[in-house]
């Protein structure tokens, strides 16, 4: 094979053009492959803010000169003013948003520029760009979260009196309070939100100063660039600082576990507007294109759908990881699609099934109607219980009243006291009282429970 080898003609990149490692340019695929710009290029605020405390950093350190550090810091402020109003152009070459906003950088200033980047990698500022973008993220779903516990509780409280039917296993199960099924699904929200609190100082650390992987060679104060970017704190090991994507893989699993969480109240309203028992406003509803009555609960058969897409991300992202030497890798930059995708899904889901619970309208008669007597069985062997029979005993006895009235095709209530004394003598004429939903509702006093006392406690706090 002949040694004058023609060079491939693609481009490499301003930073990186051909004349230093590498003999020629790359493959116009491998750039298009290679390059993240296309959506790293939300981070480019984060990726500015890190640059000027950086600048600063070494100027304290001594690298550059006070007057070198003032260009630095007021060209990144004209890349950033170009960005808010939108004059900056991406060019070719513009590998990702380091590499856009350093050349746009140099190109104000001129050769200065270039010295920002002394003794830092793109793999410690990727790692800073990202971490600082995703503590912003969290906090604003956390206020969106927020607001959807408050607006779950006060509509809890609007309709604190109203009865339905409580299931398990998708079976009448016993008479509950509407208020009560709102609050099991709010709960669950309480936790997320919980969680998503307790995950933001474990992202909140700086990794930058970290370098491609081994640390910084001119003693850069990486203490001082966790407070001039408002970390907790500094990252442990420069190796596992620039590999590390726990924090993504984190909130990937936070948001599967939210949106299962939304999705099971979607589902069960789904089911109750289904029944009448809840109408879902117009807004959050859409037609058919051929059948004129259809009023379809899209936006929660959505809900629905979008927990499933997240945690397909949260899955793939670990299987990505799972392989990985130390310490940096391009797989990793594989993190920022589903990151950012899972943070906008959150974000329009939270937003979605805030309106849903606002503007829906519960139908009391139509809860009520799901109601049967048989639903009030424990309660009759919570009677005998309350007459000092052991309650395995009477547990039995109840469901022989059950079966009675299924032989006779009666409803239960309807059984009469002679037929109920026929099965156990210790049955007396106050029996009757049981068959009352509100009363059942109301025995369930207990921390957690139904009454009407229990479930203001839940919503109160």
Known sequence: MSSD??????????????????KGGTDPIMEKFNESINFDKRMWKEDIQGSVAYAKAIVKAGIISEEEGKQLVEGLAKVKAEWEDGSFQLK?????IHTANERRLTEIIGPVGGKLHTGRSRNDQVATDTRLWLVQAEKDILNDLAQLLVAGAEYAQEHLDILM????HLQPAQPIRFSHWIMSHITPLMRDAQRLKEMIPRVNQCPLGSGALAGNAFGVDREFLAKELGFDGVTLNSLDSVCDRDFVVEFLMWSS???MHLSQLAEDLIITNL???VEIDDAYATGSSLMPQKK????????????????????????????????????LQEDKVPLFEAVDTVKDCLAIITGVIVTMKPNPKMLLKALCPEMLATDLADYLV???????ETHHISGACVRLAEETDTSIDALTLDQLQNIDKRFEADVMEVWNYEVSVERKCSIGGTSKKSVQEQIDK
């Open 5 to 22: 080898k023609k060079e491939v003609s693609g481009a490499r990149g301003g930073l990186f053009g051909a004349g230093g490692r590498f």
């Open 165 to 168: 039917s409580g299931y398990t």
């Open 257 to 259: 576990m939210l949106t």
């Open 275 to 277: 029944l009448k028992g």
């Open 386 to 392: 309350r007459k000092g029979v052991p309650f395995r």
């Open 92 to 96: 070719p070459g513009d590998e990702d």
């Open 296 to 331: 379809n609960p899209d936006a929660l058969e959505l809900l629905r759908g979008k927990a499933g897409i997240l945690l397909g991300k949260a899955v793939g992202f670990t299987a990505t990881l799972k392989g990985l030497p130390r310490a940096y890798n391009k797989d």
